[in-house]
């Protein structure tokens, strides 16, 4: 089992582009979260999911969108990328009240 | 507004010795409080979970108390390891906000050999 994978593992942006980073988990878990870690300010919760078909915003949603068309799979996108959103991103699924996370996506905004 | 505090940003101590993380928070009623481990460059593994209505937890090594008086919660190494060194986060989940947690910014352990 891979648990939880998120894609790339690093990215470079440039102001304004945009991109998508994806989840995947092979949990069977109902509950997914995206959160940003920056330097001094721990995790940060952007936009959570409860089941599929369902997204709920977090404590830092904007400038960021998020879609679980399918169970398995959160996706976090960035419509247009600022240099406040340079930070590690990571996902994580949850299960009674243990959160299990992926490996992180390093996101430098240029 | 709710807060939480690890109030030592790192924390040396020589191996064999016992390791003390604090975790303090204003503002909020937790249902219960985690302890992640994280080493550079993965992800947070869970530790520990301890309820609003216990006072402690024990797992090999690992002891953590909660006391919802003063707000705080101690995260113990016993006969730490150099391969005990890595950033200890503590997280509050509110009762009405399943799963939602709340993350304080760490304290980097250092267990020197």
């Known amino acids: 089992n891979a648990g939880v994978t998120q894609t790339p593992k690093f990215r470079v942006l440039k102001t304004g582009q945009s991109m998508t980073l994806l989840c995947a988990q092979d949990m069977n878990h109902e509950y997914m979260y995206w959160y940003r870690q920056d330097p001094g300010m721990g995790l940060r919760l952007i936009h959570y999911?409860?089941?599929?078909?369902?997204?709920a915003k977090g404590e830092v949603p904007d400038g960021y969108n998020v879609s679980r068309l399918k169970k398995q799979n959160f996706l976090l996108g960035l419509e247009s990328a600022a240099p406040s959103q340079t930070s590690v991103y990571f996902c994580a699924t949850q299960r009674t009240d243990t959160q299990y996370f992926g490996p992180g996506t390093r996101l430098t905004v240029l | 507004s709710q807060k939480i505090e690890q109030n030592s940003e790192a924390l040396n101590i020589q191996e064999g010795k016992t390791a003390t993380l604090t975790c303090n928070y204003t503002n909020y009623s937790p249902a219960y409080l985690q302890w992640y481990r994280q080493d550079p460059g993965r992800g947070p593994v869970f530790l520990l979970l301890i309820r609003e209505n216990e006072k402690e937890k024990r797992k090999e090594r690992l002891k953590v108390t909660f006391d919802t008086t003063l707000k705080q919660s101690l995260f113990h190494i016993t006969a730490s390891q150099p391969a005990d060194s890595a950033t200890y986060l503590c997280?509050?989940?509110?009762?009405?906000?399943?799963?939602?947690?709340?993350f304080g910014q760490g304290t980097i352990l250092t267990v020197h050999p």
């Open positions: 997280a509050l989940a509110g009762g009405t906000s399943y799963g939602k947690l709340t």
């Open positions: 999911s409860v089941g599929e078909g369902t997204t």
